[in-house]
């Protein structure tokens, strides 16, 4: 605290409140002789106060005193320099005592000196864990383009083998638009072909009709020679030869044989029995000589057949031979019997 010696009644006292912050003034407020009142930014110094006093100086007024709040922070050397400048730049002010107060100014100062330490110490590890965090950071980019790198020179192989494959499907592209046009240049040719064939299978349309018909009248001949063949072929066989021959020939022998008996005349039964005897062993030697050449014949005939082909062995083939001889003597026995009953 100091103060002029002289005071100033009619004056308006100019009033000074400093807050400082370590070696400069933090907050300021002066009230000049008109009522008017300025106000100090934290960054000012003394150098902005004296131009205020100077100011209020020059309205021709002065200043009774000015008090300090929080002193303890400024350096006695530094503020009484700074004081005296204060005082010694505005010659219009008159002279003034300073007396400073110093309660326990060393103990202050350490304790300051520790806060500030301290708060420094907090800043250098802010600092050093924004340093780490931009390290890290600065890694995890690193690491990131390196894997950009990796995926860009993967991405370059993918993109060449592409570009290989794309070129492969355009050559075989190019060979199927080749094949496509050739094939459809053969079916047009195929096509005209075709109308050609249609053209000349109308034109015999009217042909194949006539020589359909042409066809179906051989059918009917060819089947007319078939059956006529047959029955050409029946009349060869050499059993139905030797039944015709039994019936066209012996009967009537036979029948010659037995009119004088039947009619009374001629030799005698014993006679007759012997001559039936002698007929009779030739007529099995006939049927026995011609059965092989019967059994043959049908088993050929029976092959000829779908139908009897499965059953073409040799025992049914002997029993359809033996019926065929069997029966027509029977039926000879039978006629003979009806004569003579």
């Known amino acids: 605290m100091w103060s002029s010696p002289r005071h100033h009644p009619e004056n308006d006292a100019v009033v000074v409140r400093l807050t400082a912050s370590l070696p400069l003034v933090s907050a300021s407020r002066v009230r000049l002789r008109d009522g008017k009142r300025s106000a100090l930014r934290p960054t000012d110094g003394l150098h902005r106060i004296s131009a205020e006093l100077s100011k209020a100086g020059n ?48 103990e202050l100062i350490l304790e300051d000196s520790m806060q500030n330490l301290n708060l420094k110490s907090l800043y250098i590890e802010n600092r050093e864990n924004v340093i780490e965090d931009l390290s890290r950071r600065i890694h995890s980019l690193q690491s990131t383009l390196d894997g950009l790198k990796g995926e860009s020179s993967r991405t370059d192989e993918r993109l060449i083998a592409l570009e290989n494959e794309v070129r492969r499907l355009w050559a075989v592209s190019r060979k199927n638009n080749f094949d496509i046009h050739d094939l459809e240049s053969k079916a047009r040719d195929a096509e005209e072909r075709l109308e050609k064939i249609t053209s000349q299978v109308e034109n015999m349309a009217d042909i194949v009709t006539e020589q359909w018909i042409q066809i179906q009248r051989l059918e009917q001949a060819l089947q007319i020679m078939e059956r006529t063949r047959r029955q050409v072929r029946a009349t060869r066989c050499t059993f139905l030869k030797f039944i015709k021959n039994i019936f066209g020939n012996h009967h009537q022998k036979v029948f010659g044989v037995l009119d004088p008996y039947l009619f009374g005349e001629g030799p005698t039964v014993t006679s007759y029995i012997s001559q039936a005897k002698r007929q009779l062993k030739r007529l099995f030697i006939a049927a026995k000589k011609h059965h092989h050449q019967l059994q043959g014949f049908i088993k050929q005939e029976m092959e000829r057949n779908e139908f009897t082909a499965a059953l073409a062995n040799s025992e049914v083939v002997f029993i359809l031979a033996s019926a065929l001889i069997t029966f027509p003597i029977m039926g000879a026995w039978v006629l003979l019997s009806s004569q003579f009953s």
């Open 59 to 106: 309205y021709g007024g002065s200043f009774t005193s000015i008090s300090f709040s929080n002193f303890r922070l400024i350096p006695l050397s530094l503020c009484s320099l700074r004081y005296h400048h204060l005082f010694s730049i505005s010659p219009t002010l008159p002279p003034v005592d300073v007396r400073i107060a110093r309660p326990q100014t060393q």
